[in-house]
């Protein structure tokens, strides 16, 4: 770990290597942190050093929709993501089907497992729609509904696969601004402790879909927005809506801010980092077993969001 930290001291041009990786050097010790709960050692050769390093800087970036142009490379990637799965046989673990049921089968709500076992869901989902659209640059994009209060534009062009026929919200359709407003969202970010941001613990393994309690970002936007979209997005197959994905992505990226934004640490207990989710499929559509510590190294190795960049 020191001869990675002294890497990062060196310089890149006029920039020291760290922020022009986009992280600052309290965050590089998040990531030792984070690292040494997964089991990952980064106490490497230089010539591995190089290569995290090279990792680091090239993972992709998950941006704002509200940024792009309807017709941006990432959203036709994203269409044709879509439109390849659901032409695929439900034989297929990757078919479009078969996605929305891994969270109708498994997905973990009210206890603190929401946040990992969303995190590798979308984790998984993205390398899928790589393999699909061939792009492997992919990264998904979030929808910031505390900002945009509409159901993004691309995802009511009907010649669209991003198209969902069942819904109740209309284009017009603004969110409340007491539901996910940025005081709200404040609210939710403002603590420190663990338990209070992602919700109430439970027991090492312990099963879907539901646990003791809720905390406020899950209760509270979490859930307004999937019942403000409405139709298929306020049932257990809400992934079968494209928007689906975009709003995970916000309440992620949320928790990446809380982290490395805000400096805030996740728990340390076994019953939380050994957990396993053995239910996702890879780009291949082979199954995959991860760790929830693990997780908590995506954001640093492989993607970022674009509100998580060093000045």
Not at 151 to 159: G, I
Request: a negative charge; charged letters at 20%.
């Amino acid at each position: 770990m020191e001869r990675l930290f002294d890497s990062l001291d060196a310089s890149t041009g006029d920039r020291p290597r760290h922020k022009a990786l986009g992280l600052t050097r309290r965050q590089l010790g998040i990531l030792a942190g984070m690292a040494g709960a997964a089991g990952v050692g980064l106490a490497c050769t230089q010539a591995q050093i190089e290569d995290l390093l090279e990792q680091i800087r090239n993972r992709p970036m998950r941006r704002n929709i509200a940024t792009m142009d309807p017709d941006d490379p990432v959203i036709a990637s994203y269409a044709a993501a879509v439109e390849a799965m659901q032409a695929l046989p439900n034989t297929d673990a990757r078919s479009w089907t078969r996605q929305a049921e891994i969270h109708n089968d498994f997905c973990r709500h009210h206890n603190w497992l929401f946040l990992p076992w969303h995190r590798a869901y979308l984790y998984y989902f993205e390398q899928i729609c790589r393999e699909m659209s061939g792009d492997d640059d992919f990264a998904l994009p979030y929808w910031n509904w505390t900002v945009d209060r509409q159901v993004p534009a691309v995802f009511w062009d009907e010649s669209s696969p991003l198209f969902h026929d069942n819904r109740t919200a209309t284009p017009t359709s603004q969110a409340s601004d007491a539901q996910v407003g940025q005081a709200t969202v404040d609210n939710a970010l403002a603590t420190g402790n663990f338990i209070l941001f992602a919700g109430e613990a439970v027991g090492l393994n312990h099963p879907p879909h539901f646990g003791p309690g809720m905390a406020p970002l899950e209760s509270g936007p979490h859930n307004y927005i999937h019942n403000f979209v409405g139709g298929t997005m306020a049932s257990f197959m809400s992934p079968l809506d494209p928007v689906f994905w975009l709003h995970h992505c916000r309440v992620d990226q949320l928790w990446v801010q809380w982290n490395l934004v805000e400096e805030n640490p996740n728990t340390n207990d076994s019953d939380w980092t050994d957990t396993e989710f053995s239910e996702f499929s890879d780009r291949d559509g082979d199954p995959v077993t991860v760790r929830v510590a693990e997780t908590t190294l995506y954001p640093l190795l492989s993607y970022r969001y674009d509100t998580q960049e060093v000045v």
